[in-house]
T-cell receptor, first 111, second 115 residues
Framework: DVKVTQSSRYLVKRTGEKVFLECVQDMDHENMFWYRQDPGLGLRLIYFSYDVKMKEKGDIPEGYSVSREKKERFSLILESASTNQTSMYLCASSSIPSGYTFGSGTRLTVV | DQQVKQNSPSLSVQEGRISILNCDYT??????FLWYKKYPAEGPTFLISISSIKDKNEDGRFTVFLNKSAKHLSLHIVPSQPGDSAVYFCAASAGYGGSQGNLIFGKGTKLSVKP
């Protein structure tokens, strides 16, 4: 069964901390994505990557960065966490024609 | 500006009846449409898709209809079951795959199916 695995289901971090959210896929997909989901705002794209070492900004990249050193791993980094980054973070991967496969999500709370 | 719109944030339906979830889009370049279902504390899961060369796709209790002239698609669930209660996201892409194929998601509709 194909999988996208996010390393943590729940995280609590303090304001100003550097936060790493890890995502690993085992499907050899080229494309990987990071979204956040907030009530009433749906899924908003933060960053995506089409290949190793490649990254592109999505709709809301401010306050975030990403790293893709290996094809299977796509990391989201909050350089200095703030309370408005409290959210559900979803990683996805995709390859033609299989569509997007999402991870289970990480519920991040910044206090 | 929203390219994919789900204008109903919520929908409540009685078990056994039909659920109809609607989605409108503005970009005429979209040629592939998908529906995802999301339970709380889980990631979205793929439900059903349709390409722009078709106007209907059916999979068990789920049917997606596409009206290209109206830039409108809908998801029908018949009969609705309590386990269908979830948030449903409509998504669209232009030239699916690679750098042209990012999915654009609507804001979601929360479906509640009451026993």
């Amino acid at each position: 069964d194909v999988k996208v695995t996010q390393s943590s289901r729940y995280l609590v971090k303090r304001t100003g901390e550097k936060v790493f959210l890890e995502c690993v896929q085992d499907m050899d997909h080229e494309n990987m994505f990071w979204y956040r989901q907030d009530p009433g705002l749906g899924l908003r794209l933060i960053y995506f990557s089409y290949d190793v070492k490649m990254k592109e900004k999505g709709d809301i990249p401010e306050g975030y960065s990403v790293s893709r050193e290996k094809k299977e791993r796509f990391s989201l980094i909050l350089e200095s966490a703030s309370t408005n980054q409290t959210s559900m973070y979803l990683c996805a991967s995709s390859s033609i024609p299989s569509g997007y496969t999402f991870g289970s999500g990480t519920r991040l709370t910044v206090v | 500006d929203q390219q994919v719109k789900q204008n109903s944030p919520s929908l409540s339906v009685q078990e056994g009846r039909i659920s109809i979830l609607n989605c409108d889009y503005t970009n005429s370049m979209f040629d592939y449409f998908l529906w995802y279902k999301k339970y709380p504390a889980e990631g979205p899961t793929f439900l059903i898709s349709i390409s722009s060369i078709k106007d209907k796709n059916e999979d068990g209790r789920f049917t997606v209809f596409l009206n290209k002239s109206a830039k409108h698609l809908s998801l029908h669930i018949v009969p609705s079951q309590p386990g269908d209660s979830a948030v449903y996201f409509c998504a669209a892409s232009a030239g699916y795959g690679g750098s042209q194929g990012n999915l654009i998601f609507g804001k979601g509709t929360k479906l509640s199916v009451k026993p």
